[in-house]
């Protein structure tokens, strides 16, 4: 017997040979999946990793949207109802799985019916499985190691104010900047002020189709920037 | 016909169904499978996570040391041996699997093979599949979320200096604090100090024998200190 609960499964960022053996062998024995869908082209990268683990047939797949850039009121009613449907179905019995592209504690969509479950349906028996985040997977496809020994790693927006980035860049031995599609010239012209020896690279949409890598961030040009993609800043030169 | 190569495999933090399946189907692919082990007690984890995937009869397994604690010479002549045999191997046809715990490029033993290879190997080829991140199963087993939306992470040594430190836990929305152990009462004081709605929760060798999660610091007794530790102190209160 299964004990009912919602587990938020980690798929990893895009590649299905990144899903864990825990995470394959949970969308295999859940009853309920539940994959969530933005309003961008790139919805259909998580059924596409989890389609040779889950079975139509036997499963109930359900689809849930979640809205991205239209106004709050709007997203908070999507993620309730898919909240209040989550619920039931547990309490209904079901193990049901929850499809999260990336890590589910790090920067997801999974974390925003977290805290309504936690919050409204405390009853909800929760459990997290870790997966490979897109941070780890860009550090890696840009062969670009992410910290070593005792160095300091900084993650923040790209869009936070520039002093603070500023000081951040200066006092951090790794930044990963996210976000950084809107602030581009702001950081290319940030890194060349500060100056000193450090790589910069340019990682796209990794894992998923139009994945990309720039070693340089001046051969970056407006039509490579996307929402999905990130900078890491690392102390040293290229090797 | 397979590349001739070492591929770094991220074997996640302990459980060894949190190995990804590319990382589990390359163990079982690789014509020689090398694991590092230090000379802590915590040296066979590594292999019981690849045991169920390797097959002695059928590939040539190898332990290299990577001595941890004692003087910087020992452990580069230890770091040359493995790197000049990882060589060797990579240049008589063979793929080479090297096994790391977590992710390799997150605080990992291959980071320091990596540097060698790079330097003075520079015709091997190297392949790095990402892994699970200690600091994300963390994360999931203290039921604390890394970040959401626009936060801002910051991943450090707890040993930094303590005005440095103090300012990391004033600036960031959430901060990992690795190396606990040695400074833990210092943590623990100056989270006090700075005040404020802050969740703090220690982690105490998460996926490996002696897992322990505590959700309040005063309940950490110096006996449940480890090298393998850390902190994660995160804005908000306990839900």
């Known amino acids: 017997m299964k004990n009912p609960r919602l587990i938020a499964v980690g798929v990893g960022p895009g590649d299905p040979e990144l899903l864990t053996l825990k995470g394959a062998?949970?969308?295999?024995?859940?009853?309920?999946?539940?994959?969530?869908?933005?309003?961008?082209?790139?919805?259909?990268?998580?059924?596409?990793?989890?389609?040779?683990?889950?079975?139509?047939g036997r499963q109930q797949l359900l689809t849930h949207v979640y809205p991205m850039k239209k106004n709050p009121a709007e997203m908070e009613d999507a993620w309730q109802a898919s909240a209040a449907e989550v619920a039931a179905l547990v309490r209904a019995g079901k193990m049901v799985v929850f499809v999260t592209l990336g890590d589910p504690f790090l920067?997801?969509?999974?974390?925003?019916?977290?805290?309504?479950?936690?919050d409204q349906y405390p009853d909800v028996a929760v459990e997290v499985v870790p997966g490979i985040s897109s941070i780890n997977a860009a550090a890696a496809a840009a062969d670009l190691p992410l910290g070593l020994a005792s160095d300091?790693?900084?993650?923040?927006?790209?869009?936070?104010?520039?002093?603070?980035?500023?000081?951040?860049?200066?006092?951090?031995?790794?930044?990963?900047?996210?976000?950084?599609?809107?602030?581009f010239d702001r950081v290319r012209n940030l890194l060349k002020e500060i100056g000193g020896e450090r790589r910069a690279v340019?990682?796209?949409?990794i894992g998923l189709a139009g994945e990309a890598v720039f070693q340089n961030l001046d051969e970056v040009k407006t039509e490579d920037l996307d929402y999905l993609s990130l900078v890491i800043v690392a102390r040293g030169k290229r090797d």
């Open 202 to 205: 340019y990682v796209k949409r």
């Open 152 to 183: 300091r790693i900084a993650i923040l927006p790209a869009t936070f104010e520039e002093d603070k980035l500023r000081q951040t860049l200066l006092d951090f031995d790794t930044v990963v900047l996210m976000k950084v599609h809107r602030v």
């Open 25 to 56: 062998r949970l969308l295999r024995e859940a009853d309920v999946v539940v994959t969530p869908i933005g309003d961008r082209s790139d919805s259909s990268v998580a059924h596409s990793i989890i389609a040779g683990f889950v079975d139509a």
């Open 107 to 118: 920067y997801s969509t999974f974390l925003y019916l977290y805290r309504i479950l936690l």
